[in-house]
């Protein structure tokens, strides 16, 4: 793939990422539909948002492997993005929508609260990701820019009990989100153990 066609590829992914967002804002401002707790909609519609595009970047890596497509790697960093502008938005809408930015409430919330508490860690967690996104970053951190960025396993797994605990009845949705982990993680787990089955070989 040429650097013109990436770029394409990726400004197009941002448009699409910028979609759910657009949509929603249609709904609230042009439609009126959203529905009796349109509270609820707005912080569902961007944790979900966030989440899907959470596990999507982790799905990347395997999908390059298996299609020997290095460019799909190129491809992480304007959905990580997207991601953690989205995780970003719905934290800010339960302060602005719910608490109206009482911020001493908001802090006895995320207290009192443990999916608040795992929420809000998520969103914390993943700023130092996106500041270090760039190219420059990466060559001034080195080894330790890689290190940083496998977080993001511990940082979808707080995402996926967030939005576990947050649901209070039925559990079957963030069992699916739960399950897409896994299997996201368990290819890596398998890769890592082959990998260090075949140096020992080699040795």
Do not use: C
Request: net charge positive.
């Amino acid at each position: 793939m040429t650097r013109r066609q990436l770029a394409w590829l990726r400004n197009a992914i941002v448009a699409l990422g910028l979609v759910p967002l657009a949509q929603l804002t249609a709904r609230a401002f042009g439609y009126g539909d959203l529905g009796a707790n349109p509270v609820q909609v707005v912080q569902h519609t961007l944790g979900i948002t966030a989440l899907n595009l959470l596990l999507l970047t982790l799905t990347i890596t395997p999908l390059r492997r298996l299609t020997g497509r290095s460019w799909l790697v190129r491809l992480r960093r304007p959905v990580g993005l997207l991601a953690f502008f989205y995780a970003l938005l719905h934290a800010l809408s339960y302060a602005a929508l719910d608490l109206r930015f009482d911020w001493p409430r908001l802090a006895a919330d995320i207290i009192e609260r443990p999916w608040l508490t795992v929420g809000f860690a998520t969103v914390i967690l993943l700023v130092p990701l996106a500041v270090t996104s760039t190219n420059a970053m990466q060559r001034r951190l080195g080894r330790r820019w890689t290190t940083l960025h496998r977080s993001v396993y511990a940082i979808a797994a707080l995402g996926v009990l967030h939005f576990f605990w947050q649901v209070k009845l039925d559990t079957r949705e963030p069992l699916v989100y739960a399950t897409i982990l896994a299997v996201l993680l368990g290819y890596r787990v398998v890769v890592s153990l082959r990998r260090r089955t075949q140096r020992a070989v080699a040795q």
